[in-house]
């Protein structure tokens, strides 16, 4: 008796998870749209950390007016008002009918929980800091950037009557993008077979720094100094900012037996012809640097790290790249369980890209507003190695160094990188952080949480 109540039950369940996900997605007239662009990160042993802009302003947060621009800028934005469901280990993206609400609290929120209200996003505050956190299941900086503006706006215009938007900046009565929702990774792309693709060695520089906990340092930069020295060699600022760090791991290991790689992550989305979906759309783009590169002026070396970020931005191969990520999506599709893709997925966890990685995440719209506005960081916490985290905003340029171990000799190498090139800087002392891990599944059992 008991074992039919028990799957009585579980039949009952299903059909409403059934009729949730038919029934919405991402815009109220969606529905049945599974996760695939950042099902990845849906695997994780113990969780996937959460993303972390912090935008510090010069005065107190006002709760009230930060409350009214969330509310506001959802109204924009219906698919971060959204929450996932899970059945068979699938992921479903549905409308969620609990509001995003703006909490004072030092404490970052556990995304997808019922501490949350399952949001995949979330906006606290404390302090003179607006944090918002949100899952890379869901989104990537890029995506999620606009709505970032989006608040800004509608909070400076409420707590200090700023009537600037700033060119770009999407307002809450302006309709959806063509193919602002759209999925990235719905089927595979042609492309030109017979192209040749750059091609790197397997083995690079691996940091020697012993795994020991998240660590962070902020340093800011004038922006038009920063510039004018990129200007100088010919580069952009992702190109600058690689071959000042590679160079500075150089001189800290002058011994490097294997090339030190820069990994860029880049945006895809013209490519896949999805320019302004919202759902993650990146890959990793390579820049090597070993003795022989290394003996080259600054100008050519600049102008090698263009022509290579190029061959990697080429249309067919960001579409070769996309179809090579398919593989993994179309594998974890094919498994009928959470736990069986999670098996998989296992294989990813302690894995780490070789030397560091650079997240350009580009120039913050602030418009007018920027005089009200400290400084804009982006952090998570639980990768392995060494990340930059690099943002423009208003007059200044920020990275942030992110890192799973606590030594500071890289930060500061790069900052006196910057010294050469007459860069005045700050640079913060060790910030040790967490950014907490999904609430999405009861681990503990392995099963979905009750949703």
Known sequence: MAN??????DRMERSKKQQLIASSGSESSGGNEKVRAGQSYLYRKSGMESEVFEM???ANICGGEL????????????????RLVEMDGNFYIVQNPVSITARRTDKLPSLGGISDGYHLIDVTYFGRSIYISFHHALCDGRGVKPFLETLLFYYCAYRYNSADPGEGIRKSDQPLMEGETAEPFAGAYS???SKKFPEFA???????????????????????????ACKSIHASPAIFIALCMNKSIAGLFPDF???????IAADMRAALDVPNTYKNCVRTLILPYDRQFAAKPARDQAEEYRALLNAQRDRDCCRKAANDMLLLFDKLDSLPSYEQKQAIMSFFDGMKLNTYIIS???DVTLGQNAKYIESIHLYNSGALGLGLNVVCCGDQFIIDFKQSFSSAAYAKAFAGQMGSYGIPYTLSGAINFKTPTDSLMKRNKMKGADK
């Open 4 to 9: 039919m109540f028990s799957e009585l039950f």
């Open 56 to 58: 510090r302003f010069y």
């Open 67 to 82: 409350n009214r621009a969330l509310l506001e800028s959802v109204k924009r934005y219906p698919y971060f008002n959204t």
């Open 191 to 193: 492309y030109d077979e």
């Open 202 to 228: 397997r083995e690079a520089f691996s940091l020697p720094d012993k795994d020991e906990g998240d660590t962070r340092f902020e340093l800011v930069m004038p922006r038009d100094q920063f510039l004018s």
């Open 257 to 263: 037996d294997r090339p030190i790689h820069a990994n």
């Open 360 to 362: 350009y995440i580009g």
